[in-house]
């Protein structure tokens, strides 16, 4: 499908716009721009000799091909970007005097890319993994890039033990296996040795790590940061992205069949959406604490495995950010991509957090090899919407021609120019937080409780999140051969909870755990259980299954009351040949049997009609109808319909609607037997829709 943006470029769109490159009916050429005359025979001495060295189209070519890679990322190899742009609701003058967040009116251009963490650039959508979520907003005081995820902790407290997790949880060297997955020995035998990693392993083994889309997700900047304000007054500020589609995952199951059956299920999701003009948007949440109050809390505010729990802190939603407008060409932007937390503007510092301060080395070196150079900023995908200005010069690929003598500061020559802009004109001046102290490499004693908030996060989580958390340990931690491995891992969770340590031992071949859990923590913090977020149909995807002779009126009453909620109707059926009603219409289906499979839908709809004496013989409609059920996601079924249920997993609840027109909702099985107004039964089925499980 083609990109039609239906809203006005952004000032970065434009930008972008000067290098772009149509190429439809154009004569082909060399990189020279000497037309080629033929590009699929090489020169050669005689028809069967040898190719000639001459043949510099050949030779470009081919060079060019064998130079087309660069370095994948190290950690976040996957991703995939949209192009959007940020409005704050109200000026934030006393917070801030960062520009974009002053003026309602103003929209920042932004570019988003979001990724799994561990997996190569080729790997599964779908993976249990932490989520990157990594925005650039261009804004007029240059770019400032927030460089999030979708877990508001880490695994980690200081940024040198970085290189220590990603080894142990990327492939195993020897074979390099298993990909994309956490569960393997080398990642729990580190997890047994970091405990600080407690709290992050429960996000991760969560339902939080298998996301149902991209545009259902949080994200978090982990970090304290700074707001500084015109008069200089710093608050520390944590920031957040909040899905107005809500929070929302696979399971899974779900999760590791989409894998196998479309690894590029979240990207599609993504530009699908955008594509169709359902633009997803998220709001930017902020959470401030009072340089006074840095001390009040019972954990420290610059220890990056920990969270300033909602109900304690709030978050003041103050913008929101649409994400309009799929990329043109994945590498040109996508791929080159470069963030960095250094990337920041005045009204935004930094804290002493120690794996903010890593951070902020690590991500310019990375750019410096992936991007081959120090002039990767002049991609276009990194440009500032600003014109920059400095001394800095050359180096490989530098596409400004800097015009003059002058490359030094100061100068004469140039009456100073460029010149140093006053904190009161622009210039980033850094809050002047006072620092003293022995040189020394110890960590603060006040990072020392890793499991309250483990503990806080299990407490907060609704019965079926629990199980899915139990269940998630017993795959990884069952993944892992060592058996001393797996028993350290009882006894570590057992310092959160001592009933789930006795659950993940009983499924991993351990002992459970003989000491009691002693604490006496019992908070619970509601915002962190997905039970608690929004619920709408909106985007949601429904598979209606037909065959010769189904009933169109039911069809189309059907679709008419989904498309007003904004969700979609796929039909899928045996072939991908057209259908004939019962009434003559014809339907063409989008999907077959061969390419398509039921956890690749929000819900499953099977209309009345004669074709179900087909239908039910198919194995298919049955792995449908079951996988549906099994992974508790809606069914809508009506009248003739109703004959397949015996033969399923829907057989045990009452679906047989015996009674006359009514409807009859259950589990998120939504049947009605007798009826040509399918009223009710839309409206039940769409409200089952909305609880997504
Ligand atoms: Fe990253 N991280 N990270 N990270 N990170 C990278 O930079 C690093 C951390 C995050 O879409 C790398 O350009 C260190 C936390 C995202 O292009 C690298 C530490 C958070 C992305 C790097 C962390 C993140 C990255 C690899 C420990 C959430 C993808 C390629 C202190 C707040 C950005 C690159 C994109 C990428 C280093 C921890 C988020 C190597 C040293 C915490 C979303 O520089």
Same mark, same amino acid.
């Given at each position: 499908m083609k990109n039609k943006p239906q809203e006005e470029p952004t000032k970065k769109q434009q930008q972008l716009e000067d290098y772009k490159v149509n190429h439809e009916e154009k004569d082909l050429t060399t990189d020279q721009g000497t037309k080629v005359s033929n590009t699929s025979e090489s020169l050669k001495a005689g028809q069967r000799g040898p190719t000639i060295m001459e043949d510099f189209h050949f030779r470009e070519k081919m060079t060019h091909f064998d130079h087309e890679r660069i370095p994948e990322?190290?950690?976040?190899a996957r991703g995939f970007g949209a192009h959007g742009y940020f409005q704050v609701y109200e000026p934030l003058t006393e917070l801030t005097k960062a520009k974009f967040l002053q003026d309602p009116n103003v929209k920042t251009p932004v570019f988003v890319r979001f990724s799994t963490v561990v997996g190569s650039r080729g790997s599964a959508d779908t993976v249990r993994d932490v989520r990157g979520f990594a925005t650039k907003f261009y804004t007029e005081d240059g770019n400032f890039d927030l460089v999030a995820n979708n877990m508001p902790v880490f695994f980690i407290q200081d940024a040198i033990k970085f290189p220590d997790v990603v080894h142990a949880i990327k492939p195993e060297p020897d074979n390099e296996v298993p990909q994309a997955s956490a569960a393997h020995d080398t990642f729990w035998d580190w997890v047994v040795n970091n405990q600080e990693s407690a709290h992050m392993i429960m996000w991760l083994l969560s339902d939080r790590g298998i996301p149902r889309s991209f545009r259902m997700m949080e994200g978090f900047g982990v970090h304290t940061f700074r707001l500084v304000n015109e008069q200089g007054k710093a608050r520390f500020v944590k920031f957040h992205w909040k899905p107005k589609l809500g929070v929302h995952s696979l399971t899974w199951d779900e999760a590791q069949k989409i894998a196998g059956k479309d690894p590029d299920f979240n990207r599609k999701d993504l530009w699908d959406a955008i594509n169709n003009g359902e633009y997803p948007e998220f709001e930017l949440g902020l959470q401030i604490i009072e340089e006074s109050q840095e001390f009040d809390f019972d954990f420290d505010i610059l220890d990056s495995t920990k969270i300033w729990p909602e109900e304690q802190v709030p978050v003041k939603i103050v913008g929101k950010m649409t994400l309009n407008r799929n990329q043109d060409n994945f590498f040109a932007e996508t791929e080159q991509a470069a963030f960095h937390m250094g990337n920041i503007v005045p009204g935004i510092d930094f804290t002493n957090d120690p794996l903010l301060q890593g951070r902020l080395f690590s991500y310019l070196d990375t750019q410096l090899l992936r991007l081959g150079?120090?002039?990767?900023?002049?991609?276009p995908i990194n440009r500032p919407i600003v014109q920059f200005h400095n001394n800095q010069r050359d180096g490989f690929h530098r596409m400004t021609i800097d015009q003059g003598k002058v490359s030094y500061f100061p100068n004469s020559i140039r009456n100073n120019y460029p010149m140093p802009a006053t904190g009161k004109d622009g210039g980033f001046e850094h809050y002047q937080e006072k620092v003293d102290g022995t040189k020394i490499r110890t960590r603060s004693e006040s990072f020392n409780d890793h499991f309250s908030q483990a503990r806080l996060f299990w407490n907060s989580m609704s019965a079926a999140e629990k199980k899915h958390i139990i269940k998630a340990f017993h795959f990884e931690v069952g993944s892992v051969k060592d058996k001393t491995i797996r028993q350290k891992v009882v006894d570590m969770f057992n310092q959160v909870d001592h009933d789930l340590a006795k659950e993940i031992a009983k499924g991993i071949g351990a002992q459970p755990? *003989?000491?009691?859990? *002693? *604490? *006496?923590i019992t908070a619970t913090s509601p915002a962190l259980s997905q039970e608690n977020t929004i619920k709408t149909p909106r985007t949601r995807k429904v598979a209606v299954l037909i065959d010769e002779g189904f009933n169109y009126n039911e069809l189309k009453q059907v679709k008419v009351a989904f498309q007003k909620q904004g969700i979609h109707l796929e039909i899928v059926s045996k072939t991908l040949s057209p259908v004939n009603s019962a009434e003559g219409d014809q339907v063409e289906p989008q999907k077959s049997f061969a390419n398509t499979h039921s956890v690749l839908y929000d819900a499953l709809f099977i209309p009345g009609g004669q074709h179900i004496d087909m239908l039910s013989g198919y194995k298919e409609t049955k792995d449908f109808i079951n996988d549906t059920y099994a992974h508790a996601k809606p069914i809508g079924i009506t009248n003739e319909a109703l004959q397949i249920l015996p033969n399923t997993l829907v057989n045990n609840i009452a679906y047989m609607n015996d009674h006359t027109g009514e409807v009859y909702s259950n589990l998120g099985v939504v049947t009605v037997n007798d009826t040509h107004d399918l009223t009710d039964f839309t409206q039940a089925f769409i409200e089952a829709i909305a609880q997504h499980r």
């Open positions: 990322r190290v950690v976040h150079g120090p002039n990767f900023h002049e991609i755990p *003989t000491k009691k859990n *002693t *604490t *006496t």
